[in-house]
């Protein structure tokens, strides 16, 4: 059971390069985010998809897209990617969001991306 | 700022003691709790959670403890291993209409041989 897959691993843009990140999982989990790590800190959210076809804005969604392709998929994709982007990137997925009971995020072991 | 979250508070434990984290949450309103573990190079691991009508929830060797009074979540790990060194981040899901987790800045745990 490989849980949430994220790629990929490593990447190194130039500034206004563009690049998708991809993530899978096959927990059949309805939720699925993306997180942005800066060194040191915490994770902070930068979109969601509550369920199949509907994704929404977290904390810091400015630069990004994203795009539930299916259950299992989100993509997460900078169009002109800037140094400010220089991250980790974590993709997570849980049962569902709300009603009846929140479940935990179940996080992959995340992109890093340089912008230089 | 950039500053502060460079330099994570780091808890020395000797192996074997029991460690304690503790974590300031910040919305009366959170209603969802959760511990994570994260080791270098990886993402964050589930360690254990609790809702807003339980005090206490004990997994194995970990128990954690909320205190809504003053806004207050702990970590406990008993018998603390090598294998427990990592960094530590509580997080608080608001109970609002929409899905948000919001994550502390992390606490960094050292176990000592």
């Known amino acids: 059971n490989a849980g949430v897959t994220q790629t990929p691993k490593f990447q190194v843009l130039k500034t206004g390069q563009s690049m998708t990140l991809q993530c899978a999982q096959d927990?059949?989990?309805?939720?699925m985010y993306w997180y942005r790590q800066d060194p040191g800190m915490g994770l902070r959210l930068i979109y969601y998809?509550?369920?199949?076809?509907?994704?929404d804005k977290g904390e810091v969604p400015n630069g990004y897209n994203v795009s539930r392709l299916n259950k299992r998929e989100f993509s997460l994709r900078l169009e002109s990617a800037a140094p400010s982007q220089t991250s980790v990137y974590f993709c997570?997925?849980?049962?569902?969001?709300?009603?009846?009971?929140?479940?935990?995020?179940?996080f992959g072991d995340g992109t890093r991306l340089s912008i230089l | 700022g950039e500053s502060v979250g460079l330099h994570l508070p780091t808890l020395s434990v000797q192996e074997g003691d029991n460690s304690i984290i503790n974590c300031a949450y910040s919305?009366?309103?959170?209603?969802?709790f959760i511990w994570y573990k994260q080791e270098s190079g990886k993402g964050p691991q589930f360690i254990i959670d609790?809702?807003?009508?339980?005090d206490k929830r004990q997994g194995q060797r970990v128990t954690v403890l909320l205190n809504k009074t003053v806004k207050h979540l702990s970590l406990q790990i008993a018998a603390t291993q090598p294998g427990d060194s990592a960094v530590y981040f509580c997080?608080?899901?608001?109970?609002?209409?929409?899905?948000?987790?919001?994550f502390g800045s992390g606490t960094r745990l050292l176990v000592r041989p």
């Open positions: 997570a997925s849980s049962e569902r969001v709300r009603a009846g009971g929140n479940q935990p995020q179940h």
């Open positions: 927990m059949n989990h309805n939720s």
């Open positions: 998809s509550a369920s199949e076809g509907t994704t």
């Open positions: 919305n009366s309103a959170s209603d969802y």
């Open positions: 609790i809702r807003s009508n339980m």
């Open positions: 997080a608080e899901n608001v109970a609002d209409s929409s899905y948000k987790l919001i």
